[in-house]
């Protein structure tokens, strides 16, 4: 027999895991505030949204996806689960100590 080092149904977990982060996600929508700041860890990079309410997410975007490097990004109001992708986001509100 041979020996199997990885998980006997890979699809299974994948879909597992792609389930636990749909739940993660769906109780971070009941926390997030309008105005707060969200940080969106992706592998080389952060990106970052400003929470509007309803669902919605402002936030800059490139032509390459969601990473602008230059001036020719463009600012979009998108629903949060076309910004969050595989993402586990968090709220980091770090300027809001700055304004206290």
Request: aromatic share 8%; net charge negative; no cysteine.
């Amino acid at each position: 027999m041979a020996n199997q080092s990885g998980p006997s149904n890979p699809g299974l977990v994948q879909h597992g895991e792609t389930l636990k982060r749909r739940i993660q996600n769906e109780a971070f929508l009941q926390q997030v505030k309008p105005g707060d700041m969200i940080e969106f860890p992706r592998k080389f990079y952060s990106h970052w949204a400003i929470y509007v309410g309803k669902g919605k997410v402002i936030h800059l975007t490139g032509d390459a996806g969601d990473m602008a490097l230059d001036e020719a990004g463009t600012v979009k109001l998108e629903d949060f689960w076309t910004v969050v992708g595989t993402s586990t986001p968090k709220i980091n509100n770090f300027l809001d100590a700055e304004m206290d």
